[in-house]
């Protein structure tokens, strides 16, 4: 199957921030001006022609995008919630940028996984690579997809350095996938 993937738009967190949102609550941040006008954009890649389907995450950043881009394609569009960011926080906890900041840290010094015998409050990347693997075989029986999500999946799918908004790839996926193991880059550790 061939697989769009797209990094959703640029994100304005301003009215999460004004709400004293936290944890799953800054997921809600729409799309800046300059992220709708990313999607527009996106949609006119001639990669996603002949796409079947479009699947997106359900973070509002990725559904907008992914709206945006089935609205000027007329490709449909599905939500699998499995296709959400990295969770810091697999409890939903943290209340504080700084916290997350240290989840992040304790992540990245732990390459992803947690040292044997302990658990550690974020998802790993086995976590991530799981949850990927389980929606994209769901859809094996499409010649070509679309999924909108974030940077940190899309890192479970090729070994990406900074992923800008709305940045579009073309990768072949077939039942063998698993997802990628953990590598070094910290420009691949930013959420969002």
Request: contains cysteine; glycine residues 6%; hydrophobic residues 40%.
């Amino acid at each position: 199957m061939k697989l769009i993937v797209i990094r959703h738009g640029e994100a304005d967190y301003t009215p999460c921030e004004e709400r004293n949102f936290f944890g799953l609550g800054k997921e809600l941040a729409p799309l800046t001006e300059l992220g709708r006008r990313q999607a527009e954009e996106a949609a006119a890649d001639p990669r996603l022609k002949g796409a079947g389907l479009i699947v997106s995450s359900a973070y509002t950043r990725a559904l907008q995008t992914a709206a945006i881009i089935s609205r000027i394609t007329n490709i449909p569009l599905t939500v699998e919630v499995d296709l959400h960011e990295w969770f810091p926080d697999i409890d939903f906890m943290y209340k504080t940028k700084e916290e997350c900041e240290e989840l992040i840290a304790d992540f990245a010094d732990c390459r992803g996984r947690w040292p044997d015998g302990e658990t550690r409050r974020w998802e790993t990347i086995d976590m991530m690579s799981e949850r990927l693997t389980k929606v994209l075989l769901k859809y094996l029986s499409y010649d070509k997809i679309v999924i909108v999500t974030h940077g940190m999946l899309m890192n479970r799918l090729k070994p990406y350095r900074h992923i800008p908004n709305c940045f579009v790839d073309e990768i072949d996926v077939d039942e063998s996938f698993s997802g990628l193991e953990w590598y070094d880059d910290p420009e691949a550790m930013s959420t969002g």
